[in-house]
């Protein structure tokens, strides 16, 4: 209801006033507007004008509108982890994710070193397959700011692994492309092949699985990705152990 471009618009009067409303809602939708204009410390015209903003003709029509908003079920219904890792295994392993496995981690068995990159939960993943890649012996790190200043020599024989649920991100695509021009090969773990990151990869392992929401954060199950890292990072020591290194 109250969207960040109307917040932005809103003066000090009118933030303390959203302050409020917010914090009080199921008691807000049965004021008078004169009782709300003594409890907030603001004039009836400032309120008037309030309601203006958010497309109201009035305090009364404002407050319809909000009851509406605290009555609608904005509550998903949130999946079970086994229907998710179901809907992993029928989709993805009956299809070539063996082979893409062993294509991605003859690449990063010939690298010297490996990058990590992604943003959110795709971040912490990427932090977690650093290490785990390097406890099993393949030096490893993780970046999180594409301005990160990395010589390019370092990166002649490198591979970039990213991580991205969507594969639109802004900042990861940015950051691939930076690290692409470098040298380095990328690897890409995301939810589909369409995607900008998966397009611009040299190798794209896709997960798919219902991406899933809940108030406006990505919730989509991570289980896929960790089984790929780990799978790739297992990988990745059986050749480098059949290679003598």
Do not use: W
């Not at 977690?128 to 993780?142: C, P, Q, V």
């Amino acid at each position: 209801m109250f969207s960040n471009e109307v917040i932005s618009t809103f003066n000090d009067l009118e933030v303390a006033l959203y302050n409020y409303i917010t914090k009080n809602s199921d008691k807000v939708i049965y004021m008078r507007i004169r009782e709300l204009a003594n409890e907030t410390h603001v004039s009836t015209s400032t309120i008037l004008r309030f309601c203006r903003k958010l497309n109201c003709e009035g305090f009364s029509e404002f407050k319809v509108k909000l009851k509406i908003f605290l009555d609608k079920d904005d509550i998903p219904h949130l999946r079970s982890s086994q229907d998710s890792m179901s809907e992993f295994l029928e989709r993805t392993l009956k299809g070539n994710l063996d082979a893409s496995i062993a294509e991605a981690a003859n690449i990063i068995a010939h690298s010297d070193s490996v990058i990590f990159i992604g943003i959110g939960s795709s971040g912490i993943l990427a932090e977690y397959g650093a290490r785990y890649f390097s406890s099993l012996g393949k030096f490893s790190l993780y970046i999180k700011d594409p301005h990160f200043p990395i010589n390019a020599t370092y990166l002649q024989n490198s591979t970039t692994i990213a991580l991205s649920v969507s594969g639109e991100n802004r900042f990861t695509v940015t950051h691939i492309n930076q690290l692409k021009q470098d040298g380095s090969k990328i690897i890409s773990i995301t939810n589909s092949q369409h995607c900008t990151v998966a397009k611009i990869s040299d190798v794209n392992i896709p997960y798919y699985v219902t991406e899933e929401t809940y108030k406006n954060s990505n919730i989509t199950t991570q289980i896929p990705v960790i089984y790929i890292l780990e799978s790739i990072a297992r990988e990745v020591n059986k050749l480098t152990i059949s290679k003598g290194e």
